[in-house]
């Protein structure tokens, strides 16, 4: 990777990837590019990092060829990332505030930590896992280990202000002055392609995204499958009624 953002998820990252793209370094990864690259097998190499097995290899079996990196998983990953590209630059891209952060990732990514209750946030937590890719339930392993997080990002006891704040000074701590740009996306084009070196576009700075568009793209397959799941539920209730009645009968 040239440029590496490190940063959360929900912190304007889809519209970074666009930036970036426009600005030339493409293709830049996402997390969407686990969804629409199956081929590169991400369960299994994903599983590979979080055992701490051939590590290197996998992080270039997943990220091999891609100029840029944005969003989860790619930002667990960046001092990897500075060895292995010591001249890349990194952009950390921040929202106004940790209030603002924690109320869009409990709207979207993290929803399962807006659960009322333990039973509640195991029944969201299973119906994710249902209907999400196999690799993304490695993923959020990772970034629950010491290594990222060191917390349950969905998990209800988990202080998501302090998360988003520590990592955002891990970041700031670890990464030289000269080679990092504290960006919230709200600023446009120029400090940006100022800290790239690249010239200003004509066109609009990308705005994509939103926790409604999120929302409306991914909410729906887990009610989906939450109706499903109760309907067989129900099924079973009904089933289980008619055996015990003609037992007794």
């Known amino acids: 990777a040239v440029v590496s953002t ?7 990252t889809m519209s970074m990837k666009l930036a970036l793209e426009e600005l ?5 990864h996402h997390m969407r590019e686990t969804f629409i690259h199956p081929e590169r097998d991400h369960t299994s190499l994903f599983n590979s990092i979080l055992h701490d097995e051939n590590s290197e290899k996998a992080l270039k079996a997943i990220f091999g060829g891609y100029k840029a ?16 590209n010591p001249d890349a ?11 603002a952060w924690v109320k869009s990732v409990r709207a979207t990514i ?17 119906i994710r896992e249902m209907y999400e890719p196999g690799h993304i339930s490695v993923i959020v392993k990772i970034l629950s280990s010491k290594r990222v997080h060191g917390v349950d990002p969905g ?3 988990t202080d998501l202000a302090q998360m988003y704040t520590d990592w955002i000074n891990r ?3 670890t990464v030289p002055a000269e080679k990092l740009l504290v960006f919230n996306v709200k600023e446009g084009w120029k400090p940006l392609c100022d800290f790239l070196g690249v010239p200003v576009p004509d066109t609009p700075f990308p705005r994509t995204n939103a926790t409604k568009e999120w929302q409306e793209r991914n909410l729906s397959r887990g009610n989906r499958t939450k109706k ?19 037992l007794v009968a």
Not at 24 to 28: A, V
Not at 110 to 126: C, G, L
Request: aromatic fraction near 14%; charge should be neutral.
């Open 155 to 157: 998990d209800p006891k």
């Open 110 to 126: 993290f929803s399962t930590h807006a659960a009322s209750n333990w039973i509640s946030w195991k029944f969201d937590k299973m």
């Open 89 to 99: 630059k990194v952009v950390l891209t921040v929202r106004d505030s940790p209030e």
């Open 69 to 84: 990196t944005v969003d989860y998983p790619g930002c667990a990953f960046y001092e990897e990332f500075m060895k292995l």
């Open 171 to 173: 970041v700031k701590e």
């Open 228 to 246: 499903i799941v109760l309907a067989l539920v129900i099924i079973g209730l009904l089933a289980a009624c008619a055996c015990f009645f003609n």
């Open 6 to 12: 490190q940063s959360t998820g929900r912190t304007g």
């Open 24 to 28: 030339g370094f493409n293709p830049c």
